[in-house]
Every structure is written in C-alpha cells, then in structure tokens.
C-alpha cells in the first residue's frame, strides 16, 4: 500500500541517511575506533568503555537511534502516523476485497506474552499486536532497515539454504510477522505445506492477504504463541523462524527449542536464522544496536551458548554457521554495516 506523497518522500529521505549511516558513516566509524583501541578489543565491554564518550561513536550511535525513530515516530510522515490517516484504506486492502485471503486462523482470546506487551520493539510505538495498521507499519518499516538487500533477498536466501537440507513437506514458520518469511519457503517447496504462526493479528492479517495476491495454494497463517503453538506433536519436517530467538528472553529460548523438538518428526530439522556477533567489536555494536532499537533481548541472545540449548532440546548435529544475506557479505573485509546474520539448525534423532 502506498503513503502520501509527502510520507513516501520523507520515507526515501530516511532511507538514504539509513544508507550513509551504513555505507559511510560506519566504516569511518570503524577505522576510527580500530585506530583508537589499537586493534580488536578484548571484550565488547572495553570497547565500550573506551568509546562511550568518543564524538564519532556517538555520532554514529545518536544516527542510528533517530533514523529509525524518525522513520516510525515522525508526528506528520512518520509511518504510524501516515497509516492512521489512511485506515479506510488499509481496512479494505485488510478485507481481501478482490483476491480474498489465503486460510487464516486467529484466536482473539490469545494472551499476549508479557515480555512482549513490556517493550515497543523496534521503536515501533505501541508494538505490532494492536492495531490493524500496524502490519504495515511494520512491513514499510523493513524496506530500510537492512540497507542493500532486495525485498525478499534474505529469506529468499535463506529458503534456497534450507532446500539443501532437504524436500520438506510439512513446514512451520514460527513468528512469521507480514508474511516475508513464510512466503519465499512457500514458494521455495511448491509441494508442501506451510504454515506461518505469529503473535500479531495485524501482521497475519497483512500476510494472508498477500499470500493470496501471490495466488500461493500452498500457505496458511494461524495466530498462535510459538512458545506454546497448540499445534500437534510429530506434525512437521521442518520448522524455521527468522529473526525470532533474539526477540525472545531466555528462558523462552529454551522453551520455543523444545516446542520445536517437539512438533518436529524424527529426522526434522529445527532451523532458526538470527544474528550471532563474530568477533568483539561486532558484539559490541550489536549490544548498542540492542539499546537503540529497543531491543531488550538481543545482547543476551548474542553471548548465550546456542548450540548447548539446542542439545538440551534434544537436538542432534548442531550447528551455528555465519549466513551472507547478500553475495560476499560474510567476508572478513566486507566494508558495510550489516547484522551478522547466522543459522542456528539441529535434526531431531
Ligand atoms: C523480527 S520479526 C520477524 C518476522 C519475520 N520472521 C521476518 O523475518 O520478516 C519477529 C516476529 O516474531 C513475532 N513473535 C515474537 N514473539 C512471538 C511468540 N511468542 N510467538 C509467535 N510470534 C512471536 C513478532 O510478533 C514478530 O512478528
């Protein structure tokens, strides 16, 4: 769906400083604090310390925050505020008018984890669970927050990994926002069965409709808690879920492994993609990236033993493996900012 004129101008204006925080800002930033703390830091915390009041760094850290909370926030061409001008509008595109939606199950009853009604995500104001515009505040919001990759690049990547694991049949995507998840996996195995679950009625509301543009016969979306889905034992060979486990406290880690043991079928395979920092000084932007985008969880995730949790669940042949979203981009000398996305994966015996 299309803003106003003057939100999709000021929307392309923040994607552009998005893009010289990235391509620009950031590698001068690093080279500035290789120099500073004379090679890699021994720990995210050093770094910390010694840049915490360096002007470049703060700089760079001020950018990072105000971008994104221009981008939701902006009280003209902000995106919560440009949709809520256009609610008729989404409510129509929200009702399937013309192509329908593909199944779609939601549970109005469904309570809503408090570690998630606790924090506006992202800096998304009031989070992604209320109210029926926010899948589309969320979905435009994407567009700019990984720079340089395509609409569909990471998760089209991502289900081509996948595909070399094996021709699933029955597959769950657990936390499948709008949909940008669910779909390349849809498409990627046309023979199987799929389906997204989510906490945000707004966003499965937003997928399913899409789902059905995209005439995809092969899709369904059910509102449901992946920590406890309801859904029966043994009834996938796959389940995945991107950038899901960082969004979530620890011990619901543990919790959503065992969900996923469980639902799997022996030889299924658990296939969680997410970020895992590298080296320190990667850890230490993404502990910063964590405090500015409103993520509560991210740090903890980025040092907890992953492959351990997965060995608790049950799991067998783990693995935690850097993942390019985009061709070259896991190369030590890749001069952008980027996530350092990576796969979590473990096969049930
Ligand atoms: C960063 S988004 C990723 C969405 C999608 N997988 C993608 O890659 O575009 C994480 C999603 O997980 C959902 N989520 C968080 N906790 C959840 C839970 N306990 N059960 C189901 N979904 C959850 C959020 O609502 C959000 O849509």
């Given at each position: 769906?299309?803003?106003?004129?003057?939100?999709?101008?000021?929307?392309?204006?923040?994607?552009?400083?998005?893009?010289?925080?990235?391509?620009?800002?950031?590698?001068?930033?690093?080279?500035?604090?290789?120099?500073?703390?004379?090679?890699?830091?021994?720990?995210?915390?050093?770094?910390?310390?010694?840049?915490?009041?360096?002007?470049?760094?703060?700089?760079?850290?001020?950018?990072?925050?105000?971008?994104?909370?221009?981008?939701y926030s902006h009280p003209d061409y902000g995106l919560k505020a440009s949709f809520a001008r256009n609610r008729a509008e989404v409510e129509a595109r929200l009702?399937?008018?013309?192509?329908?939606?593909?199944?779609?199950?939601?549970?109005?009853?469904?309570?809503?984890?408090?570690?998630?009604?606790?924090?506006?995500?992202?800096?998304?104001?009031?989070?992604?669970?209320?109210?029926?515009?926010?899948?589309?505040?969320?979905?435009?919001?994407?567009?700019?927050?990984?720079?340089?990759?395509?609409?569909?690049?990471?998760?089209d990547r991502f289900a081509d990994l996948v595909r070399s694991y094996g021709d699933f049949r029955r597959i769950l995507d657990m936390g499948c926002g709008f949909g940008k998840s669910t779909t390349p996996l849809a498409r990627t195995f046309?023979?199987?069965?799929?389906?997204?679950?989510?906490?945000?009625?707004?966003?499965?509301?937003?997928a399913a409709v899409e789902g059905a543009e995209l005439q995809l016969r092969n899709l369904a979306y059910r509102q449901a808690d992946c920590l406890?889905?309801?859904?029966?034992?043994?009834?996938?060979?796959?389940?995945?879920?991107?950038?899901?486990?960082?969004?979530?406290?620890?011990?619901?880690?543990?919790?959503?492994?065992?969900?996923?043991?469980?639902l799997l079928q022996p030889g299924g395979w658990a296939m969680h993609l997410d970020f895992r920092s590298r080296h320190t000084f990667e850890a230490f932007l993404m502990r910063g990236h964590a405090q500015r985008n409103n993520e509560a969880f991210m740090a903890d995730f980025d040092r907890m033993d992953a492959a351990a949790a997965f060995a608790r669940a049950g799991f067998v042949d783990v693995e935690v493996t850097p993942f390019a979203e985009r061709e070259g981009a896991t190369d030590p000398d890749y001069p952008y900012w980027r996530f350092p996305w990576a796969l979590f994966a473990g096969r049930k015996p």
């Open positions: 769906m299309q803003t106003d004129r003057s939100t999709t101008a000021f929307q392309a204006l923040i994607g552009d400083m998005r893009n010289y925080w990235a391509k620009e800002l950031y590698p001068a930033f690093a080279a500035h604090a290789q120099r500073k703390l004379g090679g890699a830091p021994d720990s995210a915390e050093q770094a910390e310390a010694a840049l915490q009041d360096d002007p470049l760094y703060g700089y760079y850290a001020w950018l990072e925050r105000h971008i994104q909370r221009m981008k009702s399937g008018r013309d192509g329908g939606t593909v199944p779609l199950q939601l549970d109005p009853a469904m309570e809503i984890p408090q570690y998630y009604r606790d924090v506006d995500i992202h800096q998304h104001p009031g989070n992604l669970a209320g109210d029926d515009i926010d899948g589309f505040v969320y979905q435009a919001s994407a567009l700019s927050i990984h720079p340089n990759t395509k609409r569909f690049e990471v998760h046309p023979e199987a069965e799929v389906l997204g679950i989510e906490l945000s009625a707004p966003c499965l509301k937003l406890r889905s309801g859904l029966a034992d043994e009834s996938f060979d796959l389940v995945t879920s991107t950038q899901l486990l960082h969004e979530l406290p620890l011990p619901e880690i543990d919790t959503v492994l065992a969900e996923s043991f469980r």
